[in-house]
């Protein structure tokens, strides 16, 4: 049995284009919301990563910025370490007041100093001091025609101690109290001997409180001259 179909051709026609047009349209919307969807994620992405250039915009300035304060601390710090190393290779390193108050108590009554001079000098391999630089409280000076310098780097003090004792066994004792003291080593005896001085011209007569001369009457009597030279153990040599 064959079958008759009496829908004409133009509404088939049309009837398929409509569902093309709302297949189309379908497919029109569909992209649309994906576009729409799209769009609010890559707004979003663009928001976060806007607020992330910022913040890192920030921490740079930040950075920057205390770089710039590290290199000027640094700069600052080389600076007083320029000058500190400056003032280390200028100083004596000794303290000269305590150095005399050691020598004060060392030394008894019947002994009269008439110098003590501190003479700056190299150290060994090192030395090139003149053998009278120096003076009582001069730090580290040499004399280079009528310029006067200073030794610059470690140095080591030499003292020289000249005087009068009543009698020899006095000076061995100062010697011995040097050779103790702790502010002192390589004590040398330079030189020790028997001098005559007056007592109503000379002043150390008057300030020895000698035994030489019991009546009183006589005008001069004998007493050792001496002279020590030592170093000021302030160092040690490794």
Not at 18 to 32: D, E, P
Not at 60 to 66: D, G, I, K, T
């Amino acid at each position: 049995m064959k079958e008759i179909d009496f829908l004409p051709e133009w509404y088939k026609s049309g009837k398929r284009r409509q569902i093309s047009y709302r297949t189309q349209y379908v497919a029109l919307a569909g992209i649309f919301v994906v576009m729409i969807v799209w769009n609010f994620i890559t707004t979003h992405s663009i928001s976060e990563a806007k607020a992330e250039l910022a913040q890192m915009a920030a921490g740079q300035a930040e950075a920057e910025s205390a770089s710039a304060k590290y290199i000027e601390v640094k700069s600052k710090l080389m600076s007083l370490q320029k000058k500190a190393d400056s003032i280390g290779k200028i100083d004596s390193k000794i303290d000269i007041s305590s150095v005399l108050a050691e020598l004060s108590y060392l030394i008894d009554e019947k002994i009269v100093l008439s110098k003590v001079r501190f003479t700056a000098e190299k150290f060994a391999g090192e030395q090139d001091a003149k053998p009278d630089a120096g003076s009582v409280v001069r730090v580290a000076a040499i004399k280079i025609g009528d310029k006067e310098t200073l030794h610059i780097g470690d140095v080591r003090f030499k003292i020289l101690i000249s005087g009068v004792a009543a009698d020899a066994s006095s000076v061995a004792s100062l010697i011995c109290s040097i050779e103790d003291s702790p502010y002192f080593c390589q004590v040398i005896p330079s030189f020790s001997r028997n001098k005559e001085i007056q007592r109503t011209s000379n002043s150390v007569a008057r300030d020895l409180d000698v035994k030489n001369d019991l009546s009183g009457n006589r005008e001069s009597f004998h007493v050792s001259e001496f002279e020590i030279s030592c170093y000021l153990a302030n160092y040690r040599e490794l």
